[in-house]
C-alpha cells in the first residue's frame, strides 16, 4: 500500500495538485511511506532536469512540536540510519535529503509553536504534509482543518509542475473533518485536482515481512525476516489486549485494526443513552399534537423539536440540528424553517396546553400544528437579540428554561432510564436521519472532560460545553425541552417512594418458636 501511495505521488501531470492520504494501524510505515514519496516525486524533478526547482520544499505539520521530535523525526532518524543521506539543521527544525545535488528540504512546524505557526503565513512549498489531523485517543488536539486551508495556499514554490498535499494518519473518527474534505473534493470532479486515500490493512507489514523471507534463498536473511514478522505481529496483540483492559475498543478499531470509529473521550453527558432510543424509521407526527422546541445558542445556536405522546407513551424526538459559526437568525434561516417547510410542520395557532391523541400523519402532514417554544433563559437577554429574533420569525412566545444545570441534565437521565408502559419502547425514541448531531452528542461527544493525571471528570456545564463544542447544543436543546415537561425531581418522588410496611397478620413461627 506504500508503495502504491508513492507511486501517486511521484506520477502524474503536470499542472495536477493531487491530495494523497495515507491511513493504517500503528506500526505500519505511514510517516515513512511519506517521507519516501517526497524523496520520490524530487527524484522525478531531477530526471526531468528541472532543477531549478530543487531542493523540493516540504512543509511537515502536527498538532505540536513535542510530538513532531518524538515520533515524526524517529521515523526520519531511522531512516537516516539505514542509508537515507539525511542532514540536520536549525536544531532539527529542518532537514535536508542529498545525492548530487539537494532534493527535499523538510520544515517541521508543530502548532503549539506560535512562532512556527506565523512562518506558515508566507511559506512557499511545494509538498504540504500533514501528520495525524485527528488525536490518538483524544488526548490531544489534532491538527484544525484550517490548517489545510493554510496549507493549500502554501503550495507555490516556482518551478515545481506537480504540488501535493500528504495526509498520513492512524484513521480517524467517524466525524472527523479530513473525511468530510476528502468526500467533498472528490464530489466536485475538478479536472486539475485529484484525491486518493490509500489504506494499510492491519498486518500487512508482517505478510511483507513473511513475502520477503519467502523470496530469498539465503537461510540466516530468511530466518531474520521471519522474526521481524513474528515480532511486529506480538506487538499488534499487546497493543490490543493492553488498549481492550482499560476499556478502549475504540482505540483497538483505530490504533490496531486499522477501521474509522468514534473515539471515546471523557464521560460522557448521558450515559444511559443506548442504540434502543433510537428509531431507524421515519416517526409519525401527530397534527393534534404540540411540537415542542427546545433552543440553545451557546456556543452554537441550535433548534430540536419532539412531541410528548398522550398517556405516557413517550417522547418522539422529530429533528435536531445546530450550526457553528453562526447567529440565531442565520441558523433559523438555513435550517429551522427548510426543516419545518420539509415535513410541512405549519402552525396554525398558539398552544394552550395539552391535547388528546390524535391521528398519526407521518412525515408530509400539511399544518395545522402548535408550537411551545423554551430555551436557555440567556436567550431572553435585551442585548443579545436571540430570543426576540425566535419571536419574531416563528410567531413564537419563548418559555425561558432551567438556568440550572443538575434539572436539565436530571431531566434527561430520567427520561432516557424510563421504558414507556405501552409499546415495548423506550421512552424516548430519536429519529435516525435528522438527528445526527444530537446522536453523535448522546454517544459520547457530548462529554465532560477528564484529566489525563487522574481519571476525574470535571462534571459542570461550562466543562461540558467547553470539551464538546457544537456537539452539546442539539442535545441541551433537547434538554431544555424535557426539564420544562419532565422535571426530574418530580419523577423520582413518584417513582422512588416505598410504601409502608404491612403488619403480618400473623406471627412467624421458627424453630427457636419465635
Known amino acids: 500500500t506504500a508503495e502504491f501511495y508513492i507511486s501517486a505521488c511521484c506520477e502524474g501531470p503536470p499542472g495536477e495538485m493531487r491530495l494523497l492520504i495515507l491511513s493504517g494501524p500503528r506500526g505500519e510505515g505511514k510517516t515513512t511511506g511519506g517521507l519516501v514519496a517526497c524523496v520520490e516525486l524530487a527524484a522525478r524533478l531531477a530526471r526531468e532536469g528541472r532543477y531549478d526547482a530543487l531542493p523540493l520544499r516540504i512543509a511537515v505539520v502536527r498538532d505540536s512540536w513535542v510530538n513532531i521530535a518524538r515520533t515524526t523525526l524517529v521515523s526520519f532518524e531511522e531512516n537516516q540510519r539505514k542509508g537515507l543521506p539525511l542532514e540536520w539543521r536549525d536544531g532539527r527544525h529542518e532537514a535536508v535529503v542529498g545525492f548530487e545535488v539537494p532534493y527535499c528540504h523538510f520544515y517541521f512546524f508543530g502548532l503549539d509553536d506560535a512562532a512556527s505557526a506565523d512562518k506558515l503565513q508566507g511559506f512557499a512549498c511545494g509538498v504540504f504534509w500533514l501528520e495525524e489531523v485527528a488525536p490518538a485517543a483524544g488526548l490531544a488536539t489534532g491538527i484544525p482543518a484550517e490548517v489545510m486551508g493554510l496549507g493549500v495556499t502554501c503550495l507555490r514554490q516556482p518551478g515545481v509542475p506537480y504540488y501535493r498535499m500528504l495526509i498520513t494518519m492512524n484513521p480517524p473518527d467517524s466525524e472527523a473533518w479530513v473525511l468530510r474534505v476528502e468526500e467533498y473534493l472528490a464530489g466536485l470532479e475538478i479536472p486539475h485536482i485529484r484525491v486518493h486515500h490509500a489504506v494499510i490493512p492491519a498486518g ?67 450515559p444511559n443513552f443506548s442504540p434502543e432510543h433510537v428509531s431507524s424509521e421515519s416517526l409519525s407526527v401527530f397534527r393534534s399534537l404540540p411540537i415542542v422546541r427546545g433552543w440553545d445558542n451557546e456556543p452554537s445556536p441550535a433548534c430540536c423539536l419532539f412531541q410528548i405522546l398522550p398517556e405516557g407513551r413517550g417522547v418522539n424526538v422529530l429533528g435536531s440540528h445546530s450550526i457553528e459559526n453562526q447567529h440565531m437568525e442565520g441558523f433559523i434561516d438555513a435550517w429551522t424553517l427548510p426543516f419545518m417547510a420539509k415535513y410541512h410542520l405549519l402552525p396554525t395557532r398558539p398552544s394552550t396546553g395539552s391535547v388528546g391523541p390524535g391521528r398519526g400523519w407521518g412525515r408530509g402532514a400539511r399544518g395545522g400544528f402548535a408550537f411551545e417554544d423554551v430555551g436557555d433563559p440567556v436567550l431572553l437577554n435585551s442585548q443579545l437579540m436571540a430570543g426576540r429574533v425566535i419571536n419574531q420569525k416563528l410567531g413564537a412566545a419563548l418559555i425561558p428554561g432551567a438556568i440550572d444545570w443538575d434539572e436539565r441534565r436530571g431531566a434527561a437521565l430520567a427520561c432516557f432510564a424510563r421504558a414507556a408502559p405501552k409499546g415495548g419502547r423506550r421512552f424516548v425514541l430519536i429519529e435516525k436521519a435528522e438527528n445526527k448531531l444530537l446522536l453523535a452528542g448522546l454517544q459520547g461527544r457530548f462529554h465532560f472532560p477528564k484529566r489525563i493525571s487522574t481519571g476525574v471528570s470535571t462534571l459542570t456545564a461550562m466543562a461540558a460545553k467547553r470539551a ?13 425541552g424535557l426539564a420544562l415537561k419532565f422535571p426530574a425531581a418530580e419523577w423520582l418522588r413518584r ?13 412467624v413461627k421458627t424453630f427457636m418458636g419465635a
Open 204 to 270: 500487512e507489514k508482517s505478510e511483507h515481512f513473511r513475502r520477503l523471507a519467502s523470496e530469498t534463498s539465503d537461510a540466516a536473511v530468511a530466518e531474520s525476516w521471519g522474526l521481524a514478522a513474528e515480532d511486529f505481529d506480538r506487538y499488534r496483540e499487546r497493543n490490543k489486549v493492553f488498549l481492550e483492559s482499560i476499556g478502549r475498543g475504540d482505540l483497538v478499531a483505530r490504533l490496531v485494526e486499522g477501521s474509522v470509529g468514534d473515539i471515546q473521550v471523557g464521560e460522557p453527558v448521558v
Open 468 to 480: 464538546s463544542g457544537h456537539y452539546s447544543n442539539a442535545c441541551d436543546a433537547l434538554f431544555y
Open 495 to 507: 417513582h422512588q417512594a416505598v410504601a409502608a410496611p404491612r403488619t403480618p397478620t400473623s406471627r
